[in-house]
């Protein structure tokens, strides 16, 4: 179930893990969307919440993404509130569901350690390519260039949210670099209810219903 909320009501519920989707609208944005067949170009995750921000007094909420953004290109920390006021799209919240977040609680360390570690590596533009065309991987020709083997030397949005996830153990047996950012949004590891934050109310089809284990594998 969809509902249309602004961001400053429901950012104390936010938790570590929860999974931000966006649907942005510049040309590699729609392009995305026309491969994928979908409204969501990329996703973030929620790392901390109730952020101190000293200067202000005020709390914020982080989120980690493979990104450009700011001058800035790769894995990187940001604020909710900025991205939220700086996107040019539409913006939902997908909070996980009660045994993704028992999962998620039994292994969130493993998860910090993980995520932390990949901040400031490169942004994969080539994998990233190859998620979205998965229509090709199982031809004889074509199936090479578009199927991706896992390399977690650089890292497009939805491929170091796939593998943070199963790092937490919310997914399993997943190859993170053959998920597309509409994927992580279709694994079955959410709460019934969603949450759109920013745009006219727009759902994501196929929203939670599918199952993420050895998704993405190569028979």
């Keep these: ?3 249309n909320q602004a961001y400053h009501l429901v950012r104390h519920d936010m938790r570590p893990g929860d999974v931000i989707a966006f649907g942005g609208n510049s040309l590699f944005s729609r392009w995305t969307k026309l491969t994928t067949r979908s409204v969501v170009t990329h996703v973030a995750i929620v790392m901390h919440t109730k952020v101190l921000d000293d200067s202000s007094g005020r709390y914020f909420n982080q989120v980690m993404e493979a990104t450009s953004h700011n001058g800035k290109r790769g894995v990187m920390v940001n604020r909710l509130s900025e991205r939220l006021n700086e996107y040019d799209g539409d913006m939902w919240w ?3 569901g009660d045994s993704a977040r028992a999962l998620f ?10 995520m932390f570690a990949q901040q400031g ?11 979205t065309v998965d229509a090709l ?3 004889p020709l074509f199936g090479r260039l578009s199927y991706n083997n896992e390399d977690f030397s650089s890292w497009f949005c939805s491929e170091l949210i796939a593998e943070g996830l199963e790092t937490a153990g919310v997914v399993n047996g997943v190859n993170a670099s053959e998920v597309t950012p509409i994927d992580v949004c279709r694994f079955s590891i959410y ?3 969603y949450v759109q934050l920013k745009g006219d109310l727009r759902p994501i089809t196929g929203f939670n219903s599918m199952r993420a284990d050895n998704w993405g594998q190569i028979a």
């Design 191 to 193: 709460d019934t209810k």
């Design 121 to 131: 590596m490169k942004y994969d533009i080539l994998q990233l390519f190859g998620s």
């Design 137 to 139: 991987d199982s031809h």
């Design 1 to 3: 179930m969809l509902e």
């Design 105 to 114: 609680e039994q292994h969130k360390t493993a998860f910090f350690n993980f």
């Design 94 to 96: 997908l909070p996980l």
